[in-house]
């Protein structure tokens, strides 16, 4: 990759960020501006309304030495990998976790008589990344070996040995600690989804504040359009793959952020997905959109990263006969599997979602205990995926089970900003389940157009919730989704032709009618 592709490839609120903090440092250097003019005055602000120092301190770096390329370094590296694997591409929940460590630094910096924050800021970001990454293993040069957590003390502590002062990097961690505690600690201290009324949340829903019953709502929810795998993958009939394609890129035309693709599982498994490499190589991605794929194995994850995937998705059971009738192996047998698939992915710079099956029932087991779909949960988690996507393969669930399947993920360590919904509607209670998953804070949703789906093996599930409804449903309650439903509406109509089918979703039956008398209408008006 060159230089240019790499930095359009950055996360917009990165790039924006890094770009400023370069071309002001540079111009300095340059003495196009003077320092002078940018740093941090509480009295030229509030005296001569010198407004813009509040930004600019965080942009300057001093000198163009190799300190300044140091922390270009820190900042790039730990900035986008938390816009865009922690934060998932929520930029704007990026920018509002910016803006909280911004205001607590400038609260603090007449305190300890600092002028620039732009350092402290990104040792915020480096404390954030660090507590996120619990078990990331790293080494200081060789020298000795720590995980995640310890990175901004060992970079403090080489710091004050280079004989500069702490205060700059202690101010930094104490705005990420905070920003960690409110949003990823006081959640699991009190019921367990106090997330909505920590601090950071009711800070960043400050602009837009949707709620129910006078409980705060997330802004947004993103919707992982999970139809081209989990629907596909169930059909009788084999769809061609310029459909497959089609599909695809007419739901990320829509708006869909993450369009599950495909599946490389074996053909002999799943012989519907079998021209998972056909699919990838024909398909034009669109920019700022996600493909995952599904990879089982080790085998599965080769075929995928050598047919172009960026993102793969790999899935085990909260029950062992499931897992076992799914997949060959036992659940714990299948997590050593993943944990392999999971770093070997990583190691080559493809973000991983993990996916928990049977979470609160099982075609052969019946109930699954809360606690046993969140200490599979955690395992993923601890594995290093960036999310994970907990699933109601046969839709027994109701919002009691999923309630209750949820607080045990969250007590087992896994933030709700780390969980997202994966409801199939067998028993008409998808939508519910969503619902309650929205409510405790759980802002990814998966779902599937025209309510397609279905596991292959287990018996008697239906589709996964329609992705028509849950927009429907979001939209109704101001919640932001970034779906334009007439192109959804169109991208269902267009496979259930193919497929021959009708469209499951409620919605989507009632916006057509609703659509076909507008029609009728206008027809006999004229
Ligand atoms: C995991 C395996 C592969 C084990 O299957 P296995 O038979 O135990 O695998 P194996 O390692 O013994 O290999 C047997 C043969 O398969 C081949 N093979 C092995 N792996 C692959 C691969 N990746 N791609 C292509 N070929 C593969 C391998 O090369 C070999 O070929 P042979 O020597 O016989 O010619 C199999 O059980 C499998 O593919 N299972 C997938 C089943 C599936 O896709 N289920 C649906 C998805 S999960 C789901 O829908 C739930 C979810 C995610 O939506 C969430 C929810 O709703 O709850």
Redesign the pocket.
């Known amino acids: 990759m060159d230089a240019a592709e790499w930095y359009r490839q950055l996360p917009v609120i990165t790039r924006t960020y890094v770009t400023l903090c370069v071309a002001t440092t540079a111009l300095c250097a340059l003495d196009v501006i003077s320092p002078f003019n940018i740093y941090y005055n509480t009295r030229l602000i509030y005296q001569n309304h010198e407004y813009w120092r509040l930004a600019t301190n965080f942009f300057f770096y001093g000198n163009l030495s190799l300190d300044f390329f140091f922390h270009m370094f820190f900042l790039t590296k730990y900035s986008k990998s938390l816009e865009e694997d922690s934060f998932r591409r929520r930029s704007a929940d990026f920018f509002w976790m910016l803006l909280f460590g911004a205001g607590l630094l400038l609260l603090a910096a007449p305190f300890v008589n600092l002028q620039f924050l732009g350092s402290s800021l990104t040792f915020m970001l480096v404390y954030v990344w660090g507590r996120r990454h619990q078990y990331v293993q790293m080494s200081m040069m060789g020298l000795f070996n720590f995980t995640a957590p310890y990175l901004p003390w060992v970079l403090l502590g080489f710091s004050v040995l280079l004989g500069n002062s702490p205060v700059t990097d202690l101010l930094g961690m104490m705005a990420g600690h905070a920003y960690y505690f409110l949003e990823d600690v006081y959640p699991r201290l009190s019921d367990g989804f106090a997330m909505r009324q920590s601090a950071v949340r009711l800070f960043s829903k400050a602009v837009s504040n949707p709620s129910l019953f006078g409980r705060p709502l997330p802004a947004s929810v993103k919707i992982v359009e999970?139809g081209p795998r989990?629907g596909l993958?169930n059909e009788a009939k084999l769809v061609p793959t310029d459909v497959k394609v089609e599909l695809i890129e007419r739901l990320a035309a829509a708006g869909l952020q993450s369009v599950e693709s495909t599946?490389?599982?074996?053909?002999?498994?799943?012989p519907q997905l079998a021209d998972a490499a056909e699919v990838l190589a024909a398909l034009r991605p669109k920019r700022g959109v996600s493909y995952p794929v599904?990879?089982?194995?080790m085998?599965?994850l080769e075929?995928a990263i050598s047919a172009g995937a960026k993102e793969v998705a790999v899935?085990t059971a909260a029950s062992e006969t499931f897992n076992k009738t799914?997949?060959?192996v036992g659940i714990d047998e299948s997590l050593k599997r993943l944990a392999d698939v999971t770093q070997a992915a990583r190691e080559q710079g493809v973000a991983v979602r993990g996916?928990v099956?049977?979470v609160v029932g099982c075609p052969y087991q019946g109930h699954v205990p809360p606690q046993e779909a969140a200490r599979v949960a955690a395992a993923l988690d601890a594995m290093g995926c960036y999310e994970v996507s907990m699933?109601d393969?046969i839709g027994v669930g109701t919002p009691a089970s999923v309630a209750a399947m949820f607080e045990a993920c969250v007590a087992a360590g896994v933030p709700g900003s780390r969980l997202a919904a994966?409801m199939?509607d067998t028993y008409g209670q998808g939508l519910a389940n969503v619902l309650t998953a929205v409510q405790m804070g759980i802002c990814t949703v998966d779902s599937s157009l025209a309510g397609l789906g279905g596991?292959?093996?287990a018996r008697g599930a239906s589709g996964n919730i329609a992705t028509e409804d849950v927009v429907y449903m979001l939209e109704g309650m101001g919640i932001d989704h970034g779906v334009d439903m007439d192109a959804l509406l169109a991208a269902s109509e267009f496979i259930c032709a193919a497929l021959g089918r009708e469209n499951q979703s409620r919605a989507a039956r009632a916006l057509m009618r609703r659509r076909e008398r507008g029609a009728a209408e206008a027809a006999r008006a004229a």
């Open positions: 999970v989990d993958q599946s490389f599982v074996s053909p002999k498994w799943v599904l990879t089982p194995n085998k599965g075929r899935f799914n997949t060959n996916y099956s049977c699933g393969t994966h199939h596991c292959p093996y």
